[in-house]
C-alpha cells in the first residue's frame, strides 16, 4: 500500500489529478486494484483529492481562458469525472445567459488582441460594424466554436457582430 501512496503522491506533486486519472496511472504501474481502491480512499479522505471541487476548479479556470461549455465538458469527462457532475456544475456556472456574457468577453478580447489567426484583423473597426468583414466573421466563429461555445450563441454574436450591436449592450 505505501509504494502506492508514494506513487499517487508524486503523481499529484505536479498538478491536481482526479481520482479517474490517478487510477489509470497507479493501474500502468501494475499496482494491484485493491491497493488502488485503498490508496484512493486514502488520498479522498485526507482531502488530496476532490473530484468535484477539481470539477468547480478546472471551469473557473476554463473560463478565464475564454473556453465554452461544451469543450470543458468533453475535457471533464475525458479526465473521468461522471457526465452527472460535469453538467450539474457546468449548468451552475453557465446558468441563464452566461455563456452568452462568457462568449462576449472572451470575443472582445480576440477582436482587440493583436496578431488573431495568421494575418490579424487588418485594422479594428472603430464602430464595431463588420458588416462588411465577411472573413474576419467567419474566423471569429470558427473560433468560437473551437473554443467549445453553443452554435445558438455564437449564431447571435455574430449576426449582432454583423449589425455592430455586439458590444452595444457593454456600453
Excluded: W
Excluded at 481502491?37 to 478546472?58: H, K, N, Q, V
Amino acid at each position: 500500500m505505501k509504494d502506492a501512496r508514494d506513487l499517487a503522491l508524486k503523481y499529484l506533486n505536479t498538478r491536481d489529478r482526479t481520482a479517474h486519472e490517478i487510477r489509470k496511472h497507479l493501474e500502468s504501474k501494475g499496482v494491484p486494484g485493491d491497493e488502488i481502491s485503498g490508496c484512493l480512499e486514502y488520498l479522498a479522505e485526507s482531502g488530496m483529492i476532490d473530484d468535484e471541487d477539481y470539477c468547480e476548479r478546472y471551469i473557473s479556470y476554463g473560463t478565464e481562458k475564454g473556453r465554452g461549455p461544451l469543450r470543458l465538458e468533453k475535457e471533464l469527462l475525458d479526465k473521468g469525472l461522471p457526465r452527472e457532475m460535469v453538467r450539474a456544475a457546468l449548468n451552475e456556472h453557465f446558468g441563464e445567459g452566461s455563456e452568452y456574457e462568457a462568449a462576449l468577453v472572451y470575443l472582445k478580447k480576440l477582436i482587440k488582441q493583436q496578431g488573431f489567426g495568421d494575418t490579424g484583423f487588418a485594422e479594428y473597426p472603430e464602430d464595431g460594424d463588420f458588416s462588411q468583414r465577411g472573413k474576419d466573421v467567419a474566423r471569429i466563429g470558427r473560433r468560437l466554436a473551437s473554443q467549445g461555445y453553443n452554435a445558438a450563441v455564437i449564431y447571435e454574436l455574430l449576426d449582432k457582430l454583423r449589425d455592430g450591436t455586439a458590444f452595444a449592450e457593454q456600453n
